[in-house]
């Protein structure tokens, strides 16, 4: 067992710290206010290579492994989660099941743009009547002459909403009431944006609801084994949700860094407030409680990368992680005091932007209920 970051590891995560800290942090309390969209950072995070990481040159990317990536997101997220989850949704979900699953022709006409991060990708699960129920769904895809003819509506889909998205992934159901997924492109005839949905955080990253109206899209655009579309979108969730993990550790860790040094800073009784032990033990177990979620997503990334089954570990990493990163920021509030819950502290940030992690790419309820289940089954 070898703890030890590679050298292009170690080169990523100081890159992109020194990154994110420079020029995403000091913007993250404006980009919430605003709900502006950053699409000059995006440009320079896909400058920096970041959307490609884990792909080989060939296909747009840095041929990195999922370790370095999820050091990236978490680097990241911890200066601005939506980013995390901009990076998350792009590249370990939607570019990796074209990976995974595309044809060499599919590669290369949208798995190399999504890798350069000249195109931002969405994925197209949930629907108004079947989220944690997502094999409920009903859109339907239909083989008419040449072509794939969908009707539907997805909810909740990150990133479809800028300007420079150029695909979701939509799961649908066939004429023989199989699910497949289907590569369908923001500019196919048929597909129209939603509505925009206000949300309690996360404000500048983009939620939008998708409509399918007799949506046509070229009979090449069917993603991977028709039979299997269902599973394949599950397994590219496999690998969001060890993204999940890592973006609930960065947000954790700016908790305790915002903490730990208002924690000396502000003075009561006379002394920081670091001095009372009561203060020291929360700060003591967010550090512990961090670092134990930050060594799961590690090792499940570290599978994935190895070629390993990695279900458990994405699911425990996904469930623990998002859960302590509500807790660390619950006390990183109560740590701040009054000042905490005002807008001004980024923690107030933190705490409404961490319950997020809870719900997106299956509940905890749901990664509960996949665990159980794994249980169940071993021997
Ligand atoms: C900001 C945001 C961004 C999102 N982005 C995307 C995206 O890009 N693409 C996409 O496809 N989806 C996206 N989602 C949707 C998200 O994945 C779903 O919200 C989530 O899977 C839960 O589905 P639901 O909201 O329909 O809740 P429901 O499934 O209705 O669940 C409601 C409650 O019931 C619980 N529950 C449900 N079934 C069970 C059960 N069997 N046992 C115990 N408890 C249960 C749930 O855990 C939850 O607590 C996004 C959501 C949000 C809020």
């Given at each position: 067992?070898?703890?030890?970051?590679?050298?292009?590891?170690?080169?990523?995560?100081?890159?992109?710290?020194?990154?994110?800290?420079?020029?995403?942090?000091?913007?993250?309390?404006?980009?919430e206010?605003?709900?502006?969209?950053?699409?000059?950072?995006?440009?320079?995070?896909?400058?920096?290579?970041?959307?490609?990481?884990?792909?080989?040159?060939?296909?747009?990317?840095?041929s990195?492994?999922?370790?370095?990536?999820?050091?990236?997101?978490?680097?990241?997220?911890?200066?601005?989660?939506?980013?995390?989850?901009?990076?998350?949704?792009?590249?370990?979900?939607?570019?990796?099941?074209?990976?995974?699953?595309?044809?060499?022709?599919?590669?290369?006409?949208?798995?190399?743009?999504?890798?350069?991060?000249?195109?931002?990708?969405?994925?197209?699960?949930?629907?108004?009547?079947?989220?944690?129920?997502?094999?409920?769904?009903?859109?339907?895809?239909?083989?008419?002459?040449?072509?794939?003819?969908?009707?539907?509506?997805?909810?909740?889909?990150?990133?479809?909403?800028l300007?420079?998205?150029s695909?979701?992934?939509?799961?649908?159901?066939t004429?023989?009431?199989?699910?497949?997924?289907?590569?369908?492109?923001?500019?196919?005839?048929?597909?129209?944006l939603g509505k925009?949905?206000?949300?309690?955080?996360?404000?500048?990253?983009?939620?939008?609801?998708?409509?399918?109206?007799?949506?046509?899209?070229?009979?090449?655009?069917?993603?991977?084994?028709?039979?299997?579309?269902?599973?394949?979108?599950?397994?590219?969730?496999?690998?969001?949700?060890?993204?999940?993990?890592?973006l609930?550790?960065?947000?954790?860790?700016?908790?305790?860094?915002e903490?730990?040094?208002?924690?000396?800073?502000?003075?009561?009784?006379?002394?920081?407030?670091?001095?009372?032990?009561?203060?020291?033990?929360?700060?003591?177990?967010?550090?512990?409680s961090?670092?134990?979620?930050?060594?799961?997503y590690?090792?499940?990334?570290?599978?994935?990368?190895?070629?390993?089954?990695h279900?458990?570990?994405a699911t425990?990493?996904?469930?623990?992680?998002?859960?302590?990163?509500?807790?660390?920021?619950s006390?990183?509030?109560?740590i701040?005091?009054?000042?905490?819950?005002?807008?001004?502290?980024?923690?107030?940030?933190?705490?409404?932007?961490?319950?997020?992690?809870?719900?997106?790419e299956?509940?905890?309820?749901?990664?509960?209920?996949?665990?159980?289940?794994?249980?169940?089954?071993?021997?």
């Amino acid at each position: 067992m070898n703890f030890e970051f590679t050298k292009e590891q170690e080169m990523i995560q100081k890159e992109v710290k020194k990154f994110a800290q420079k020029e995403i942090a000091p913007r993250s309390a404006e980009l919430e206010r605003t709900g502006d969209y950053p699409y000059d950072l995006i440009e320079q995070m896909a400058e920096l290579g970041l959307m490609g990481i884990p792909f080989p040159e060939s296909y747009g990317g840095t041929s990195g492994d999922w370790v370095g990536m999820h050091l990236c997101i978490e680097e990241i997220s911890r200066a601005e989660p939506s980013l995390g989850g901009l990076l998350d949704v792009t590249t370990s979900i939607v570019a990796q099941e074209i990976y995974a699953f595309g044809t060499e022709e599919q590669k290369q006409k949208w798995l190399v743009p999504l890798a350069q991060g000249k195109e931002i990708g969405a994925f197209g699960l949930t629907e108004p009547d079947s989220g944690s129920d997502a094999g409920a769904m009903t859109t339907t895809a239909e083989l008419r002459d040449d072509e794939w003819v969908l009707n539907g509506t997805k909810q909740f889909i990150t990133n479809i909403g800028l300007e420079n998205a150029s695909i979701v992934l939509v799961a649908a159901r066939t004429a023989d009431d199989t699910i497949s997924a289907f590569i369908v492109p923001k500019d196919a005839p048929g597909f129209q944006l939603g509505k925009c949905y206000d949300k309690m955080a996360w404000k500048c990253s983009a939620t939008h609801e998708v409509i399918l109206k007799d949506c046509r899209i070229p009979r090449e655009n069917l993603l991977g084994d028709p039979n299997k579309g269902f599973a394949q979108h599950l397994s590219a969730l496999e690998a969001g949700r060890i993204s999940i993990a890592a973006l609930a550790v960065g947000v954790a860790q700016a908790c305790l860094d915002e903490s730990l040094s208002y924690a000396k800073a502000r003075k009561q009784f006379g002394q920081p407030i670091f001095n009372f032990q009561s203060i020291q033990f929360k700060l003591a177990d967010m550090a512990v409680s961090i670092e134990l979620a930050r060594n799961q997503y590690l090792k499940a990334a570290w599978l994935k990368d190895q070629g390993k089954k990695h279900t458990f570990e994405a699911t425990t990493a996904k469930l623990y992680s998002s859960e302590m990163a509500e807790r660390v920021a619950s006390d990183a509030l109560q740590i701040h005091g009054g000042y905490g819950y005002m807008d001004e502290y980024p923690v107030s940030r933190y705490f409404k932007g961490a319950k997020l992690l809870q719900i997106v790419e299956g509940t905890s309820e749901v990664q509960r209920m996949v665990i159980g289940r794994i249980l169940g089954n071993k021997k």
